[in-house]
Each structure stands twice: as C-alpha cells, then as structure tokens.
C-alpha cells in the first residue's frame, strides 16, 4: 500500500472515532431547563383561553403542562419571557409564577436518587430497566399467583411488558396502564408501589382486595418515551415514531386511540403539538399493540384505570365533548366521590376532583378512558395524580410514598363501591 493511501486511510479512522466521540457526547448530553419559569393563568373567557393558547404553537418557547377550565399552566422559556407578557396583557389575565426555575427541580430530583439506595424502592424514580429487573424477581418470588405477559412492541423494538395477578378463577377483572405520557414518572413508581402491596401486604382489606381480583398491570406503557425522558429530555410527553410529514417526534398516545379520534379540537394535527394525535388512529404502535391486548382479554375485564399527573383529578368519559354523558354517568360519579373521600379521608389532606375529562378540563379525544367504555369497560376512568401546581410533572420522590398509599386507599373503595352497583359481576363463565 502506497504511503499517501496508508496517511488517508489512518486520517479516516481518526476523523471516524472523533465523529463518533461527538455523536455519543451529544447523545449524553441532557437537555436543559435552566430558569424555564411555569406559571398559573387565570382565565375568564374562551377568547381569553384562545389567547393564551396561541402560544403554545410556539413549542420551544412555550409548553402548556395543564389547563382545567378556568386556569392553565405555562411553562415559559426565559427569553420568551417578554412576549409572554404582552400576550397576558393582550388576553387581560394575570399570571402567578409557582415554579422559578424548572431545572432546579429536576436537579433535586436527580440528587435524590443518587442520594438514594440503588436498591430498588419507592424513595427515588426508577428507571426501565431497573422496573423489568424488579418485574423478573417479583415473577420468580410469586410463580403461583402472577404471569408475566406482554402487549407487543414499541416503535424502537422495546417489550411492553405487563404483570397478572390472580388468586382463582372467576374473578372480576381491573386493569391498569401507567406512564402513558413519559414524563409523568409518578405513575409507574405508584403502579409498581401498588403491584408489591397487592403481593406482600400482611393487612387483611388489602389481602382480600387481591385475591377477589384479577389485575392486570402495565407499569410503562410509552416505554420509548420513557428510556427518552430519563436519558435525554426529562419533560418529554409523547412517543418516539419520527412524523412523514415534520422534523417533530412521536404523537400523544392518550390522542391516540380510535374512540372519537381528533373530533371536537380535543387534539391536535400538527406534529409538533404536544397533544399530536398521530396521523390516524392507532398509528402508535404501542397504543395498537395495546388496543389488540385489551380486545382479546375484554371479556375478562370490568374495570380500567389510566394513571396519569398532575391535577389531582378522576376524570370518566367522555373527553371528545361536555355536552353528552354515559348511560351510566350518574354511576360513575358515584363511583368517583367513593374515591375522592376515600383519599380526602386520609391524614395527607390531598382532594381530588372528579367529573367527565370535557367537563372538568377541556376535550380530549382519542384518549384510554373513553376508548375502554367504547369496549365494554364501564367503569373507566384516567387518574391524575398528585399535585396541584406545586411541582407539576417534577414531583420530588418524597411523595411517591402518600401518593401511592392515596391510590391504593382510593381504589379499595372505587372498586367496592363497583360492586355494590353491580359493575363487577362476571361477563364469562369461569
């Protein structure tokens, strides 16, 4: 080999290392939200609504993280900070800044987990592969009671992987889909919270609950979306799937679902949108794998459970429209205030809301709940977890604990006061 081409050839192979030097730094390197303020709006109005929300279409300045109907919350980039303030006087509303610096936040989260035991618990957030090595021990440790199942695969060939649990034949069905939306960690450290106390716990009521039940459990559903918002981007909401049509990634998956899919504005169709619902439905393939999944086990369910946060809130269908209700609506209230004072009754002073998802937020098409109830689960409802506005989607891991005890205690009375209305009976013979 002539000298030149040997020079060539080793300026190659150092061009190629630093390239992939840089690719995996960048890879590494988190995004950031230093001095990201949130903020509570006021609003009166839908023209006032409207105004505020026309920043959001501006989504690397603003990102909407909550809205109920009279009130939203903003995160506002610190050089948007400006604009932020002539659209607010523009709309005539006020602002309460509850959150200064959102990275702060994020940092004391990270800080307590590496603070924290590595052990797998329930004082920091863990990620997915610690949750699949716990669902292995929890299989091996329980073989006669629980079965592993899994629901099909993501965009990037991860497992959906899913728990059962079941004492007998013959008993009512709950199922429970958690971490949806990636950012809302919460939710599978109470799912996997809720998975061991239905195994382990010595208390008599919690005993019962288990063995009368079967439970089928999926701690992370966007398990894409997950591994992204723990290696990459802590408040990233949707999946993975690049878009045809944009540079944006991924859809929300509770917009998803074809249950009224993109109807009354209750979602978006702009792939930058955090509430994109895809370019149809079922486009996601978790949500379709997940969609196939409940089919085929439906007969075998009464009940299903979307966790979610933040807001505090039960929220029932339907979310395509305020304007029409369940047959059964009246139950589902029912139901939802035997959850509500079941947790208010507790010492942490937590409140939750309940009503139909249009009625006490906006519309939201596409979403769990109200597919469920299209497939004979009726009683069907989307939890948002704890807080109000504190610390939003950034809850510290001090709270994983009550919140969890919180779901637990208000599950125990949702599902009892089920079945007094006759909603647990059986739909097969055992």
Request: proline share 4%; net charge negative; aromatic share 12%.
């Amino acid at each position: 080999m002539r000298l030149d081409a040997i020079f060539t050839f080793v300026i190659l192979i150092a061009q190629s290392k630093e390239t992939s030097l840089k690719q995996k730094q960048e890879k590494e390197q988190k995004i950031r939200y230093d001095n990201y303020r949130v903020f509570k709006i006021k609003y009166e109005s839908l023209q006032q609504r409207q105004l505020l929300l026309e920043l959001t279409k501006q989504y690397h300045s603003f990102r909407l993280w909550n809205e109920n109907n009279n009130e939203l919350h903003l995160m506002v980039k610190p050089d948007a900070l400006p604009q932020f303030e002539r659209q607010l006087k523009r709309a005539n509303a006020s602002a309460d800044n509850f959150i200064s610096n959102v990275q702060h936040l994020i940092d004391l989260e990270h800080e307590a987990t590496t603070k924290s035991s590595p052990i797998f618990g329930w004082t920091r957030y863990n990620n997915l592969a610690e949750i699949e090595n716990w669902l292995d021990e929890i299989l091996s440790a329980y073989p006669n009671v629980t079965e592993s199942f899994v629901i099909g695969e993501s965009y990037e060939g991860r497992k959906i992987r899913g728990v059962r649990i079941s004492y007998k034949s013959g008993n009512p069905g709950v199922f429970i889909e958690s971490n949806i939306h990636a950012r809302e960690w919460i939710t599978s450290a109470t799912a996997t919270w809720l998975i061991n106390e239905l195994l382990s716990s010595g208390d008599d009521l919690v005993r019962g609950l288990t063995e009368s039940h079967d439970w089928y459990i999926v701690p992370v559903l966007n398990v894409d979306g997950f591994v992204y918002s723990h290696q990459k981007d802590r408040l990233w909401r949707k999946t993975r799937q690049p878009s045809n049509i944009s540079s944006c990634i991924g859809a929300d998956p509770n917009r998803n679902y074809d249950a009224h899919w993109l109807e009354n504005g209750g979602a978006s169709t702009n792939p930058c949108a955090e509430d994109y619902a895809g370019p149809h439905a079922f486009s996601e393939p978790e949500i379709k794998a997940m969609s196939e999944y409940v089919c085929g086990i439906r007969d075998k369910l009464n009940v299903m459970l979307a966790f979610h946060s933040y807001g505090q809130l039960l929220l029932s269908p339907y979310g395509h429209t305020k304007f029409e209700f369940p047959y059964n609506y009246d139950d589902l209230m029912q139901v939802a205030k035997a959850f509500g004072d079941a947790i208010e009754g507790l010492p942490y002073g937590a409140v939750y809301k309940y009503g139909s998802a249009a009625g006490i937020l906006y519309p939201a098409s596409g979403a769990t709940n109200d597919w469920a109830f299209s497939q004979d689960i009726k009683i069907s409802y989307t939890i948002e977890f704890r807080d109000t506005g504190n610390f939003g989607f950034v809850l510290p891991p001090a709270y994983i604990l009550p919140n969890a005890e919180e779901a637990l205690v208000g599950i125990i009375a949702l599902l009892a006061e089920a079945k007094k209305l006759g909603y647990l009976q059986l739909k097969y013979d055992p």
